[in-house]
């Protein structure tokens, strides 16, 4: 499986140990970027995403939890980003934001929250490069892993073999060794933080996901 390691739980005070080991192993580096507004969290501006880019040879896939994702496009795909994602339940014209995230030459993502259906996403699908399944509700790490998950990558699957799209299929939120096999045969990759970061040997729990089919 390939994993897209999420560095919103790390110690940025040691952020080069913590990665040294990590980024030779990991797949891509997930970027969650929040408002305050469109979850009640903050975190990091393009200068994070920049500084990470001009140092480690990973794709960046950036996550916007943010009201206007399209006023963010810009400054995030001159940082270097690789896909952006944004929330179809975010309050700027989905169409038009796909567009600017072209526009600015990186891969547009659409994100759907735990209560969001896939019918939402449907006429979107053709368009985008990733659709994000969140497996919790945004803005935090460290949650459960929402069951409804699993049939929503079931869903997502089979559409994209039904109709032969082309987007990747990742999933967010209460990612580990015990729930990624719950979706491992629906999805491309998935986002994992807290599971990998936060335990006793990160490189260890890193493997462990990648091993998983």
């Known amino acids: 499986m390939k994993i897209s390691l999420s560095i919103l739980t790390v110690d940025f005070f040691n952020i080069e140990k913590a990665l040294e080991e990590l980024v030779l192993k990991t797949d891509y580096l997930h970027m969650d970027v929040m408002d305050g507004c469109f979850v009640p969290n903050l975190s990091f501006g393009p200068q994070v995403v920049s500084s990470l880019n001009r140092h480690l040879c990973l794709p960046l896939d950036t996550h916007l939890m943010v009201t206007h994702p399209k006023s963010y496009v810009e400054a995030f795909a001159k940082a270097g980003s690789r896909y952006i994602t944004f929330h179809v339940e975010s309050e700027d014209d989905v169409l038009s934001t796909i567009d600017e995230i072209r526009r600015f030459g990186a891969l547009p993502g659409i994100a759907l929250k735990p209560k969001t259906e896939i019918q939402t996403i449907l006429p979107y699908l053709p368009l985008v490069d990733m659709v994000l399944i969140m497996s919790v509700e945004p803005g935090f790490g460290g949650q459960s892993f929402q069951r409804s998950a699993v049939y929503k990558a ?28 719950l979706v491992s045969s629906y999805v491309d990759l998935a986002v994992s933080g807290s599971y990998v970061l936060n335990s006793s040997d990160p490189l260890e729990n890193l493997l462990k996901l990648k091993s998983i089919d």
């Open 154 to 181: 079931k869903q997502l699957f089979e559409l994209k073999k039904e109709k032969n799209y082309s987007y990747l299929i990742n999933i967010d939120g209460g990612i580990n060794d015990q729930t990624l096999p």
